[in-house]
């Protein structure tokens, strides 16, 4: 696609390659970015996304013969330091910003680094600090820690400062994995801001609903290739989706199908501060989805049925026996397994073996004789679950830190299986996870409901819950609002009652 | 909240103040003669020394890194000055004080440039140079003391700045020695809220990888933390000289967990990025008032190790859950 006159033009790179040893991660991209686009960028784990913005800020070179035209000048060797003169910008809260220092000292970082500037004048700074924030339309308190604030709010100091710094493109990746719808519409009015002021954004997003609603052009990335560039107009989900994934992707609906015995029975469950009075029925077979805005209280209630946030008042049965909820031991003996939201932090054990991860709920099964490990068990058990669950990785004796995140979370799944649970529940399992890794774990999690699992599935994306759960709750400030079957609404209808 | 530059006095300090005073009051209570001017005058004089390797110590901590090896380092600068200005016989204090300068720069710099190309952890690299700088000076001085100082050198560590006669007819009087601390007091206060230099070694202690890649020369500000230590190590060494009126190798070096101490207790986070010199200031004040509290109380030395730990570990302990307190109102979703 190519836009008339190179002074609306602010970036063009033709024949970007980038070759690793065998690997072509790159292969003859072209793009454009148009001055105070915005401009998204989609695409599948390692279909390149991550390796072309690195092209372009300077981080990686591309292979000879690849053209890269900043501002209308050709730029033959960009290095991090020329694409940040420029006006290239990546905006990584974790990396750039200091949260020991104040909001003032963060957006006016440039003052700081300005050479041969020895003396602070705090006056400069606080200024300089209040037109950046100002250039957003956003109020800080200037003296407040950074630490302190959060990462919605982080995130535009983040924003402010590349500002600052004269930046006229931005580039986010994945700018709103964590944060509230509000901050979300925030955060996007912001990017149309920076649009009136000629700042040019690219973003790479994995939520096409979010892409959809603020993007002028859209960039599919796959297999290194960019398959296509679109004018807004001219695409929607499904085309995006396909396009992702390189073929006709269907949007499934759940089978129904009749509901076996209750296996799991919550009656008034209440913790104060987190939820109250939630009762629900699931049954053995059934997949029920759990909606809800952030801060519903979802991820307490999950917590709590896995014994691990012991509630107040309320009951809960298990196969007809009464559950006790005060520590996961507990839970986990019942036969409840819990996939949780945070899989970096609670699901797997970063540094240790896919091995290792697996048997850490079922050491009974590879124990040998004297009581110590059987290596030989172990083995077999993680090569089994490789093949089961269809998980790429080289051997089972890697650590899990170099699986792709969708395959992390089949080992989460995975280790949870060993113990044949009866319930399980899931907490947002396919958060961050590419479009294909996503379509195997929904394959898991429909054969465990048709081997008579109960499964809770919270999640966020409507797409998500109306495709494979039979039935829905919807849940807001701690309380269960609607319940309903799932063949009984459609996505709009579904989000509207969400939101309203 | 006021800006971090312009804050005196943060919650840490707050704290600090309070138990300082309470302290005071109770120990005024055992023995009245803690609240005399002469014993007052007598606890900054002999703090000084410490006061001023905690600020250095704070710098290095701010950073993100740690050290060690201030004690050798005060060590070796404070026998090259004693060896030289008692084998010439050197009768100005100023040459006197400048001389252990460049020796604790240098030794700091070996510590930055340690630190820089081995990618290895400070508190490693510095306990290494303790124990080498340390070792070095034994071996080559075959730990003899220094004892023929010039007289000037003793007359100087006499002055007084401030004379006071108390009712009983007793004159005392505030040492110029505590003036080094002063001045390392407001040098450091200065540095690290008003010179750029200040900023980025706070900033490099809060996410040096955002600070590499904001630009911080890394290297160079590893030797401008380390080098600073160095020096404010060398002045104490200097202090330390004058109150002793001797040089021995062997009186400095151990005292490193009553520096490290000081400076936590301030507010000084290991982790990096936080304190401030106003919490150093205080930290050692709270160190000096509990030990001089155990003298005048006569409880026996041993134990005043013990009173230093215990405080650590209750000051550390109250501020990790109080950062955890914070950590987790933030991250509620």
């Known amino acids: ?216 052009t859209v960039t599919v990335f796959r297999d290194g290739r960019t398959a296509g560039t679109f004018p807004r107009g001219e695409i929607d989900r499904r085309a995006l989706v396909c396009l992702m994934v390189g073929r006709e992707v269907s949007v499934s609906r759940p089978e129904p199908v009749a509901p076996g015995p209750a296996v799991l029975e919550v009656r008034h469950l209440t913790k104060r501060g987190e939820f109250a009075d939630v009762s629900l029925t699931l049954h053995a077979g059934e997949i029920l989805g759990v909606i809800g805005p952030l801060g519903s209280g979802r991820t307490e209630l999950a917590l709590a049925l896995f014994g691990m946030n012991p ?31 945070d899989r970096l932090r ?56 170099v699986l792709s995140g969708g395959n992390q979370q089949k080992v989460v799944i995975a280790k949870w299986l060993e113990r044949r649970p009866k319930v399980l529940i899931l907490d947002c399992p396919t958060a961050g996870i590419d479009v294909s890794s996503k379509e ?61 | 909240m006021r800006a971090a530059g312009r804050k005196v006095l943060g919650r840490v300090e707050l704290y600090l103040v309070a138990v300082l005073v309470i302290l005071a009051v109770f120990l005024t209570a055992l023995n009245r003669r803690f609240l005399t001017l002469e014993n007052l005058f007598d606890l900054l004089a002999n703090y000084t020394f410490l006061g001023i390797m905690a600020l250095g110590e704070l710098v290095v901590l701010v950073s993100g890194g740690i050290d060690v090896s201030f004690t050798a380092i005060a060590t070796v600068a404070q026998y090259v000055m004693g060896w030289i200005i008692s084998t010439y016989q050197i009768g100005s204090v100023l040459v006197a004080f400048l001389i252990p300068l460049p020796v604790g720069i240098a030794l700091g710099l070996v510590n930055a440039g340690l630190v820089h190309l081995t990618q290895v952890h400070p508190v490693i690299i510095t306990i290494a140079t303790l124990n080498i700088f340390y070792g070095l000076l034994v071996f080559v001085t075959g730990g003899a003391w220094i004892y023929n100082l010039p007289a000037s050198f003793q007359a100087f560590a006499v002055t007084k700045i401030i004379r006071v006669v ?91 967990l009553d520096v490290l101490a000081a400076a936590i207790l301030g507010g000084a986070s290991i982790s990096g990025g936080t304190g401030t010199v106003s919490g150093t200031v205080l930290g050692v004040l709270l160190v000096a008032v509990v030990t001089n509290g155990l003298i005048l109380t006569r409880v026996p030395s041993y134990w005043h190790n013990v009173a230093i730990g215990v405080i650590i570990a209750t000051a550390a302990g109250l501020m990790a859950s109080q950062r955890r307190r914070t950590t987790r109102a933030r991250g509620a979703s």
Request: one cysteine or more.
């Open chain 1, 1 to 216: 696609m190519t836009t008339a006159g190179s002074v609306d033009e602010f970036l063009v790179t033709r024949r970007v390659t980038k070759r690793y040893g065998g690997v072509l991660a790159l292969d003859a991209v072209d793009l454009t970015v148009g001055r105070g686009e915005i401009h998204c960028l989609v695409g599948q784990n390692g279909s390149g996304k991550s390796t072309f913005v690195k092209i372009i800020t300077g981080v990686v070179q591309p292979d000879p013969g690849a053209e890269i035209e900043i501002a209308g000048e050709r730029v033959p060797h960009l290095t991090p330091d020329e694409a940040l003169r420029r006006g290239i910008q990546v905006v990584h809260q974790e990396l750039s910003l200091f949260p020991n220092l104040t909001v003032a000292e963060n957006v006016a970082t440039a003052y700081f680094m300005e050479p041969g500037r020895r003396l602070v004048r705090w006056g400069d700074v606080r200024r300089l600090a209040a037109a950046g924030l100002d250039r957003i339309g956003v109020a800080l308190p200037l003296d407040a820690p950074l630490g302190a604030l959060p990462l919605a709010d982080r995130q535009l100091v983040a924003i402010a400062r590349a500002l600052a710094s004269d930046a006229k493109l931005i580039i986010m990746d994945e700018p709103t994995s964590s944060l509230t719808r509000r901050e979300v519409e925030r955060l996007m009015g912001v990017i149309r801001d920076l649009r009136e002021n000629g700042v040019a954004t690219l973003f790479i997003s994995h939520k096409l609903d979010e892409i959809l609603a603020v993007a002028q």
């Open chain 1, 311 to 341: 509630p107040d008042a309320g009951t809960a049965t298990l196969a007809g026996e009464p559950l006790a909820l005060h520590s996961s031991a507990d839970a986990i003996r019942a036969g409840i397994a819990l996939v949780p939201e």
């Open chain 1, 346 to 401: 609670q699901g797997v054990v970063l540094n240790q073996s896919i091995a290792n991860n697996l048997l850490l709920t079922a050491f009974d099964r590879v124990v040998g004789r004297l009581g110590l490990l059987s290596v030989r068990r172990r083995d077999a058990l993680a090569v089994a679950a490789l093949e089961a669950y269809n998980i790429k990785a080289p051997s089972a004796g890697v650590p899990v830190r």
């Open chain 1, 440 to 500: 195997h774990v929904y394959e898991i999690i429909r054969g465990l409901a048709r081997q008579g699992v109960g499964i809770l599935l919270i999640s966020d994306e409507i797409q998500e819950v109306l495709s494979i759960c039979h039935r829905i709750v919807i849940m807001k400030a701690g309380r269960i609002v609607a319940e309903f079957d799932s063949l009984a609404v459609d996505e709009g209808e579904l989000s509207r009652r969400v939101a309203g």
């Open chain 2, 166 to 256: 108390d009712r009983a007819g007793t004159p005392s009087g505030l040492s110029v020695l505590s003036l080094f601390w002063a001045g390392a007091i407001a040098l450091t206060w200065f540095i690290l809220t008003h010179l750029v230099v200040g900023r980025k070694v706070y900033a490099m202690g809060g996410n040096p990888e955002a600070a590499r890649r904001a630009g911080v020369r890394v290297p160079r500000l590893l030797a401008f933390v380390y080098g600073y230590m160095g020096f404010l190590a060398a002045v104490a060494g200097f202090v330390q000289a004058q109150l002793a009126q001797i040089v021995q190798p062997n009186a400095i070096v151990g005292r490193e």
